[in-house]
């Protein structure tokens, strides 16, 4: 009888209980009772509809391959292009008192800022000589086209051998000698002619480093020493024919252009050749000082 009460009273608390199982629960739900001796309890098999999720298998293969894949790493100002990857390494090669971006410490008198430096005429016609005849040796790489996209960088607007022939005649005529080349512009030369040569990524780097260097920096330079020491004169060095910011654009353009078709490791090897070219330059930068 015993046995039978308890029967009667699960039962009737069983009828009272409002069971919500989701379908998200395991197919076997246990419910045991307070009412209940400890030794007994019952389970109540619950018939659940497993949630299926229709994915083709084309676009799974697809989930999983993402999934699986690493991030590729960017390199700083890939995304806008590689002109602006050569812009930032240059960048960080600057002193702090020559650009904002500069990370370089001040170690020779032509890294620091301009305003600072103490130029002489004779100086500052050994480094036009000098720039002269590597802006020569540069116009002479671009013409003959031992690779055929340097032909890509003919006639850019940006050239500077007659414009420093005409400012190096302007000094004969107000009774200056004009020196020969130093080794400084020798050495630079003779790497640029062998560099173009055999490995072109390095050589689109100082390409790259001297017309657009001088286009900025350069400017800057010529202004404060025009003030120093020439009463103000702009020479024709720092002039040009048209617009310079779409001669600018026109040569990044093709820059890009070119370094398009390059592979990660030819990219990085010309951005590695930046410092080679900021030493080349430095010399002949101090020799305005000399």
């Known amino acids: 009888m015993a046995s039978l009460n308890l029967t009667s009273q699960s039962q ?7 069971l919500q199982v989701s379908p998200s629960l395991s197919l076997s739900t246990a419910i045991q009772s307070g009412f209940v001796p400890k030794r007994a309890s019952f389970q109540f098999q619950v018939p659940v509809t497993p949630r299926i ?3 083709p298998l084309k676009a799974a293969a697809i989930v999983s391959s993402t999934t699986a894949e690493k991030p590729q790493k960017r390199y700083p100002g890939e995304a806008k292009g590689f002109v602006e990857e050569m812009r930032f390494v240059a960048m960080k090669l ?8 500069g990370e370089k410490e001040v170690e020779k008198p032509e890294e620091r800022a301009v305003p600072k430096w103490e130029p002489s005429v004779e100086g500052y016609l050994r480094f036009l000589v000098d720039s002269k005849l590597v802006y020569d040796t540069l116009e002479s790489i671009v013409d003959k086209a031992a690779y055929p996209f340097y032909a890509e960088f003919k006639n850019t607007g940006l050239e500077r051998s007659e414009k420093l022939a005409k400012d190096l005649e302007w000094f004969k005529e107000q009774g200056y000698v004009i020196p020969e080349a130093s080794s400084a512009g020798a050495s630079y030369a003779q790497c640029l002619k062998e560099l173009s040569e055999k490995d072109p990524q390095a050589f689109i780097c100082h390409f790259y ?5 001088h286009s900025a920096g350069g400017r800057m330079i010529g202004k404060k020493v025009a003030e120093k020491i020439l009463n103000k004169k702009e020479l024709e060095f720092y002039k040009w024919d048209g617009d310079l910011k779409q001669l600018l654009q026109n040569v990044r353009d093709k820059l890009n252009k070119v370094a398009e078709s390059w592979t990660r490791e030819e990219k990085n ?19 305005i000082l000399s």
């Open 94 to 101: 600057h002193t702090r008192e020559q650009a904002k971006e």
């Open 12 to 18: 009737s608390l069983f009828n009272k209980t409002h």
């Open 269 to 287: 090897h010309c951005l590695e050749e930046t410092e080679k070219s900021f030493k080349y330059s430095g010399e002949i930068l101090r020799l």
């Open 209 to 213: 480093n001297i017309y657009f260097a």
């Open 53 to 55: 999720v229709n994915m």
